[in-house]
């Protein structure tokens, strides 16, 4: 089996690349976490089904480059990708707002 990148050498990969903003990453942080969260979530499954990303895009009737974005956390996906990236996945996506806490 091919040795795939690790999720932090994918993070460090992303910062170090040229046009990368500290300062519109520190804005924009919430939604970098869920990305990086949703990037691992989906690469860690289809690793465990054994699919390569052409597979999952094949099944999901997407491209291989938008499967590519999904997992490195690029781009904005829409919940029609999602759903079709998770019947793929053969697990369900959801999507809920949740209370926060008061701290």
Known sequence: ???????DDLRRE????PGFDAGEYAAG???AILAIELAESSRERRLE???TQTQLAERAGLRQPEVSRLESGGGTPTIGML???AYALE???VARFEKVDAA
């Not at 992303?14 to 690349?17: F, G, Q």
């Open 1 to 7: 089996m091919t040795e795939h990148p690790s999720m």
């Open 14 to 17: 992303r910062i170090s690349s």
């Open 29 to 31: 942080r919430a939604e």
């Open 49 to 51: 089904l054994g699919l």
């Open 83 to 85: 759903e079709r990236v």
């Open 91 to 93: 697990v369900r996506f």
